[in-house]
């Protein structure tokens, strides 16, 4: 079933645009954030769900996530008549646990050192085979629903040199690429990536899709994914202008500035587009930036850490430890 792509544009929020003139003195660039920490659920994820669930005729759906994608799917089937099962890892941000379940989804933790999320996904699915399974990423209605914030990046009428986005799995990266293409612009994207999970670049430098044989403990939990969607590669291969991989701490530091000059509250995930640019701050200098923030669902105590610079490394699960 094709899904009413006006229909997504409706259901979600309009992005949060945001100029600082406190970080554009520091970065010594004009800095344009387009913060989806507002949408609904609290991050952009919401785009892509809703876009799944209104786009199939599965009443029930299945899916793995981190987090983002679960909640934003438990909200969309909530308005739409429609259940999801989602698996999520045990070392899962516990706000995001929680809130996948305070949507109305159902949730099923898994070791991931153990167990990978695919296989308690096809075992899920084998359990329920009138179940429609939806990747977080790998999925062509994810892609269309992340192609209406590229829209929205082109609709806000400014020239920017580049466009920095969070990746992961790839299908905020493909979607906004989409989105920028259908509306007939040409801004150069670039993919900011945790170094510690860095299969997209990987993959970039050797011109073939490499996946990770485990998740990472990267702090910034929305890229553990193993390897980008097939899907997506093929968007990105040859749409992407570049990539950027983004030390921990740097991730770290970007979810502090943003705070104390952008007062945004972002998860380290959602920093990734601004680490990239701290990480290499010359090649931005002058430059007219959109920087994608992805999202905002971060756990107190982690942020409080991350606030006050302390280490703030997830604990590692039974397997990861042997």
Same mark, same amino acid.
């Given at each position: 079933m094709a899904v009413n792509i006006a229909s997504v544009a409706d259901a979600a929020r309009p992005t949060t645009v945001i100029e600082s003139v406190r970080l554009n003195r520091r970065l010594a660039a004009c800095l344009t954030l387009v913060s989806e920490t507002f949408q609904h659920t609290g991050s952009f994820k919401f785009r892509a769900a809703y876009s799944v669930a209104g786009g199939v005729a599965q009443a029930t759906i299945i899916t793995a996530s981190s987090g983002n994608f679960g909640q934003a799917l438990a909200y969309a089937c909530s308005l739409l008549g429609k259940s999801c099962l989602v698996v999520m890892p045990d070392n899962s941000s516990e706000v995001?646990?929680?809130?996948?379940?305070?949507? $109305?989804?159902? !949730?099923? *933790? !898994?070791?991931?050192?153990?167990?990978?999320?695919?296989?308690?996904?096809?075992?899920?699915a084998a359990k329920n085979p009138e179940a429609y399974v939806a990747s977080a990423y790998d999925d062509?209605?994810?892609?269309q629903g992340n192609a209406t914030l590229g829209r929205e990046i082109c609709a806000l $009428?400014?020239?920017f040199d580049c466009v920095v986005v969070p990746i992961g799995g790839g299908g905020l990266s493909a979607g906004i690429l989409t989105g920028i293409r259908e509306a007939g612009r040409n801004?150069?994207?670039?993919?900011?990536? %945790?170094?510690l999970a860095n299969d997209a670049a990987r993959s970039l430098r050797s011109a073939s899709l490499i996946a990770d044989c485990r998740e990472s403990t990267t702090i910034a939990d929305g890229a553990r994914t193993l390897s980008l969607g097939g899907r997506n590669w093929e968007i990105l291969k040859n749409g992407l202008w570049d990539l950027i991989e983004v030390p921990d701490e740097t991730i770290e530091e970007a979810v502090r500035q943003l705070f104390l000059l952008a007062n945004l509250k972002v998860e380290p995930t959602g920093a990734l587009g601004l /680490? /990239?640019? *701290?990480?290499? %701050?010359?090649r931005f200098a002058g430059k007219s930036v959109c920087?994608?923030? @992805?999202?905002?669902? !971060?756990?107190?105590? !982690?942020?409080?850490?991350?606030?006050?610079?302390? @280490? @703030?490394? %997830?604990?590692?699960?039974?397997?990861?430890?042997?």
């Open positions: 995001k646990v929680a809130a996948v379940r305070e949507y $109305g989804g159902a !949730v099923e *933790l !898994v070791d991931t050192g153990r167990k990978s999320r695919a296989q308690a996904v096809q075992e899920l062509d209605l994810v892609i $009428g400014k020239r801004f150069r994207v670039i993919a900011a990536e %945790p170094l /680490a /990239a640019i *701290l990480t290499q %701050p010359e920087c994608v923030v @992805s999202g905002g669902n !971060v756990d107190n105590e !982690v942020y409080r850490r991350i606030l006050a610079g302390q @280490s @703030s490394r %997830p604990a590692m699960s039974a397997g990861e430890r042997g």
